[in-house]
């Protein structure tokens, strides 16, 4: 079993900053990882990738964040982090941390809440 637990979220006004983190614990080490990253989900819609990072260092990144958040990984931690800079109240929503192994079904942790507002 492998759980993911994210930290960072909060209230921050526009053009602020926020450093979203994502521990991966359990039997992580039986798990070989394809790929990390952040998803996210607003009121209304639905869940979208934010950012990913593969197990070689290749990032892809959502066009409405490119520029603005950066995604990077430690391996031997089994971590991943969202550097997430001007902040626009758009960015408001769930973010949720994801795990896609090479083998079997996606680990998701439980959401933490970021909200964008003067």
């Known amino acids: 079993q492998v759980q993911l637990v994210e930290s960072g979220g909060g209230l921050v006004q526009p053009g602020g900053s926020l450093r979203l983190s994502c521990a991966a614990s359990g039997s992580i080490f039986s798990i070989n990882i394809r790929v990390m990253g952040w998803y996210r989900q607003a009121p209304g819609k639905q869940r979208e990738l934010v950012a990913e990072?593969?197990?070689?260092?290749?990032?892809n990144y959502a066009d409405s964040v490119k520029g603005r958040f950066t995604i990077s990984r430690d391996s031997a931690k089994k971590t991943v982090t969202l550097q997430m800079n001007s902040l626009k109240p758009e960015d408001t929503a769930v973010y949720y941390c994801n795990l896609q192994p090479w083998s079997g079904s996606d680990y998701w942790g439980q959401g933490t809440q970021v909200a964008v507002s003067s």
């Open positions: 990072i593969t197990s070689g260092g290749r990032t």
